[in-house]
């Protein structure tokens, strides 16, 4: 598990709703077989149990034949998971080589967040003692979703009509059951004012 928090800077869009959705990876790798990939779009592939969640990043590499999906040190995001497989909304693989064989799927594992509570302020600055907005698990503003691995921020509209600030800074601290504390992301908040209302 890292423990060196995310730097993420978010846009909030005065009198919108912000709905966020953030993934904590640990460190530790999952793998992959990869034994069927299709010439479709977008492309499908097939990995039995890989147990990489919808909308999780993967890379692709030792593919023979169908080369052009192998990504090095980049990243796809994946989408309409299966047990045994997931798609890569992005790519056409129409036009690419057929797939002969081989291929490693590989994955930072998703954090178990069964048992965390989360929590999140954002300040007009680190020393100030204002607080713009709290966000937590308990008042429903941090959603936690174990099966996804997601954690998902929501600000409501009515709340950010109100916001009136050009940047201001927030960090993200989840709690575990054993009352472990860790930061997980931080970063800036910028304000685009509304102009319909």
């Known amino acids: 598990m890292s423990s060196t928090p995310a730097k993420l800077n978010f846009k909030v869009y005065q009198g919108s709703t912000l709905a966020e959705v953030l993934r904590w990876e ?58 045994n497989t997931f798609k890569i909304n992005d790519i ?43 966000l937590t698990t308990e008042n429903g503003k941090i959603v936690l979703n174990s099966a996804k691995g997601t954690i998902t921020l929501n600000i409501p509209a009515t709340e950010t009509a109100e916001f009136n600030f050009i940047t201001a800074v927030y960090n993200l601290e989840v709690i575990s059951s054993s009352a472990i504390v860790t930061t997980i992301a931080s970063g800036s908040v910028g304000l685009v004012k509304e102009v319909t209302r």
């Not at 693989?93 to 929590?119: C, M």
């Open 26 to 83: 640990s460190s530790v790798k999952s793998y992959a077989l990869i034994t069927g990939i299709s010439n479709s779009a977008p492309v499908t592939i097939t990995a039995t149990a890989h147990g990489a969640p919808d909308e999780w990043r993967v890379k692709l590499n030792n593919i023979v034949g169908m080369t052009e999906l192998n990504s090095g040190d980049n990243y796809y995001q994946i989408t309409q998971v299966t047990a």
């Open 92 to 134: 056409n693989s129409v036009p690419y080589r057929a797939y002969v064989s081989g291929g490693v799927v590989e994955y930072n594992t998703p954090i178990n967040l069964t048992g965390y509570t989360a929590r999140m302020q954002i300040r007009a600055t680190v020393p100030s003692t204002d607080i713009i907005s709290t």
